[in-house]
């Protein structure tokens, strides 16, 4: 399990504004999810989409969960473009603390995009950085393949 954080419904933030404990910007939701802006966006219109019932990680969900954040998440960047004006966005999910998350609820990010918005995420400083030696890849395939 990626998440050592302890999070339950009790102490859990999004659990609280999912159960309208905490007040939110609530854009949408269905019987499995909820969405809502984001109080420190990347760009205006940053939406966030959870599970109403609570797990910390991609690994702590069903299929079925996932794909019903998928749905709404959906449905909601049609939603903020149309209102936004964007032509493009990103749907980020950061699963683990290494990975950035701080809300140990899992979530979608929904991330308007714009030419000019100055919102880096930087592939190629990241593919200079993460560069495979000869015949590695087949060795890291290899070992991903015995867990699947």
């Given at each position: ?9 009790d102490?859990?933030i ?17 019987h ?5 802006l ?6 205006k ?15 702590e969900?069903?299929?079925e969960?996932?794909a ?20 493009a966005?990103?749907i980020?999910v950061?699963?683990?603390?290494e ?12 991330i308007p ?10 592939w ?12 590695e890849?087949?060795?890291v ?8």
């Amino acid at each position: 399990m990626i998440n050592d954080e302890v999070s339950t419904m009790d102490n859990c933030i999004f659990c609280k504004i999912v159960a309208g404990q905490i007040p939110s910007a609530k854009v949408y939701e269905d019987h499995e999810t909820f969405a809502f802006l984001d109080i420190a966006p990347a760009n205006k219109g940053h939406c966030l989409v959870v599970p109403k019932k609570h797990m910390a990680t991609v690994e702590e969900a069903a299929p079925e969960a996932l794909a019903a954040m998928m749905r709404a998440a959906k449905k909601v960047a049609r939603a903020i473009s149309s209102a936004q004006g964007n032509t493009a966005y990103n749907i980020v999910v950061n699963n683990g603390r290494e990975a950035g998350q701080i809300v140990f609820h899992l979530h979608l990010h929904v991330i308007p995009r714009y030419a000019d918005d100055e919102l880096v995420i930087d592939w190629e400083r990241a593919k200079r950085r993460a560069k495979y030696a000869s015949g590695e890849i087949e060795q890291v395939r290899l070992a991903i393949g015995k867990f699947l």
